[in-house]
């Protein structure tokens, strides 16, 4: 059974920094990606940071420059570093995990296993 738990979420200034953490266990496939969405009150669930098993990286236009996506793959833990936050980087961010053969993906309707998220809230 594939298992997400993020951590790291919390109440920052502008401004400020974190750190989440998704600790991954569960899952066989060779071929992963995994990424991070948020989705703030009466929004639809943004893509904000996409990662391959290949190394490859994406990140959303808003959030280029600041946020950073990595995984230590001796903790098969994925991370997004979050730098210089806004009150608009307020929501709630999910870690999100799923087979991929070839290419990194940016849709939410790829991914197969999810997390409960971890709140990150950002005041002015």
């Known amino acids: 059974q594939v298992q997400l738990v993020e951590s790291g979420g919390g109440s920052m200034q502008t401004g400020g920094s974190l750190r989440l953490s998704c600790a991954a266990s569960?899952?066989?496939?060779?071929?992963?990606?995994m990424a991070w969405f948020r989705q703030a009150p009466g929004k639809e669930r943004e893509g904000v940071a996409f990662?391959?098993?290949?190394?490859?990286?994406r990140h959303a236009d808003s959030v280029k420059g600041r946020f950073t996506i990595s995984k230590d793959n001796a903790k098969n833990t994925l991370y997004l570093l979050m730098n210089s936050l806004k009150p608009e980087d307020t929501a709630m961010y999910y870690c999100?995990?799923?087979?991929?053969?070839?290419?990194?993906?940016?849709?939410?309707?790829?991914?197969?296993?999810w997390g409960q998220g971890t709140q990150v809230t950002v005041s002015s």
């Open positions: 990662y391959r098993s290949s190394g490859s990286t």
């Open positions: 569960g899952y066989t496939f060779s071929g992963v990606c």
């Open positions: 999100a995990a799923g087979p991929c053969p070839s290419g990194l993906r940016i849709s939410a309707t790829a991914y197969t296993y």
